[in-house]
T-cell receptor, first 115, second 113 residues
Framework: AQTVTQSQPEMSVQEAETVTLSCTYD???????LFWYKQPPSRQMILVIRQEAYKQQNATENRFSVNFQKAAKSFSLKISDSQLGDTAMYFC????????????FGAGTTVTVRA | ETGVTQTPRHLVMGMTNKKSLKCEQH?????MYWYKQSAKKPLELMFVYNFKEQTENNSVPSRFSPECPNSSHLFLHLHTLQPEDSALYLC????????????FGNGTRLTVT
């Protein structure tokens, strides 16, 4: 099984500021897929961003962007201009390039945006 | 997003009860999943169905019995559960295809008394 590590259990950020969440993973694959999911109090896991390992360009989605460092096996998420609605638990996830479609998740980081 | 709907939202059951969780997706996907989310633990994959065929059973105890009658519906039948089975059970679906993201429902919060 792939190991995904999120070393920050909790983070707090002031509204309109920027916060960066860390994620590292362990794999021997050369190609794979990485994801960030957001889980607000409503409990639904919402896809935030997706990155393909063979693409060097970092994925972005509005205020969310990643810093993908393949050699370091690092996949951090930056939330810019934080909003109160960004308060949620954030999960990093890894998917192998196989037809089993299985996602391996990290333990999550709880982000609280302060007004 | 209401593409994946789970019912019930909350469920309390005794250890001798039999109950079922239901999941329905309206996204035209062909793969469906059950995940278990316990406090302080990463999400655990339980089952994967691809075109109605079970392709993954992640060593789940037999007191959990999945059923996938078609690509849009997924059930999790529960019987003689243990208190440690109390958790949030999340259903997800995806397109078949390497790297396709999963789309999740709101989950069923299960409490076993």
């Amino acid at each position: 099984a792939q190991t995904v590590t999120q070393s920050q259990p909790e983070m707090s950020v002031q509204e309109a500021e920027t916060v960066t969440l860390s994620c590292t993973y362990d794999t021997s694959e050369s190609n794979y897929y990485l994801f960030w999911y957001k889980q607000p109090p409503s409990r639904q896991m919402i896809l935030v961003i997706r990155q393909e390992a063979y693409k060097q360009q970092n994925a972005t989605e509005n205020r969310f962007s990643v810093n993908f460092q393949k050699a370091a096996k690092s996949f951090s998420l930056k939330i810019s201009d934080s909003q109160l609605g960004d308060t949620a638990m954030y999960f990093c996830a890894f998917m192998k390039p196989t037809n089993d479609y299985k996602l391996s998740f990290g333990a999550g980081t709880t982000v609280t945006v302060r007004a | 997003e209401t593409g994946v709907t789970q019912t019930p939202r909350h469920l309390v059951m005794g250890m001798t009860n039999k109950k079922s969780l239901k999941c329905e997706q309206h996204l035209g996907h062909n793969a469906m999943y059950w995940y278990k989310q316990s406090a302080k633990k990463p999400l655990e994959l339980m089952f994967v169905y691809n075109f109605k065929e079970q392709t993954e059973n992640n060593s789940v105890p037999s007191r959990f019995s999945p059923e996938c009658p078609n690509s849009s519906h997924l059930f999790l039948h529960l019987h003689t559960l243990q208190p440690e089975d109390s958790a949030l059970y999340l259903c997800a679906s995806s397109q078949t295809g390497v790297g396709s993201p999963l789309h999740f429902g709101n989950g069923t919060r299960l409490t076993v008394t």
